[in-house]
């Protein structure tokens, strides 16, 4: 397995407000996971998803069909 360093980011929707999740999508390529932390605390864990679940997730929020009642 090749050793890569996350490249964090977070949503420029953001507005720095605090509340902000970061995620290091490069490593679904290679990896097939996207790793998400708490911006306000980078040293602390993190959350690891399947790349095809981060992917679903970030198309229902682009199309608005979180699967709630309408």
Same mark, same amino acid.
């Given at each position: 397995? @090749?050793?890569?360093? *996350?490249?964090?980011?977070? #949503?420029?929707?953001?507005?720095?407000?605090?509340?902000?999740?970061?995620?290091?999508?490069? &490593?679904? *390529?290679?990896?097939? @996971?996207? =790793?998400?932390?708490? #911006?306000?605390? =980078? +040293?602390? *864990? +993190? &959350?690891?998803? *399947?790349? +095809?679940?981060?992917?679903?997730?970030?198309? #229902?929020?682009?199309?608005?069909? &979180?699967?709630?009642? =309408?």
């Amino acid at each position: 397995m @090749t050793t890569e360093t *996350p490249r964090w980011y977070k #949503s420029s929707y953001s507005n720095n407000g605090g509340a902000c999740v970061e995620v290091a999508t490069n &490593l679904a *390529p290679t990896h097939g @996971t996207v =790793p998400i932390r708490d #911006s306000k605390n =980078p +040293t602390g *864990p +993190t &959350l690891t998803i *399947p790349a +095809t679940a981060f992917t679903t997730f970030i198309t #229902s929020i682009k199309t608005e069909d &979180l699967g709630g009642t =309408p």
